[in-house]
């Protein structure tokens, strides 16, 4: 799966991107809330979720996390 650049968790932080367990922990069910970077809410430009499984290519504020 690919996560939103926008996309944030706060179990992210001290994390790295590349960490396996982070992403599944992620998509898992998560009562941490996601908020769009963006937009600083629980919800992207397009006025939907931020989410994991919601914030995907089909979305135009979407951008694919740049990994190196």
Do not use: V
Not at 18 to 36: K, R, T, V
Not at 38 to 52: I, L, M, Q, V
């Amino acid at each position: 799966m690919t996560l939103c650049t926008w996309l944030r968790w706060k179990g992210f932080y001290g994390a790295s991107w590349q960490d396996p367990a982070l992403i599944e922990g992620l998509i898992a069910s998560n009562p941490d809330p996601c908020w769009c970077l963006k937009t600083s809410e629980a919800w992207g430009p397009d006025e939907r979720p931020a989410e994991a499984g919601a914030c995907a290519s089909g979305r135009p504020c979407f951008e694919a996390r740049r990994t190196s």
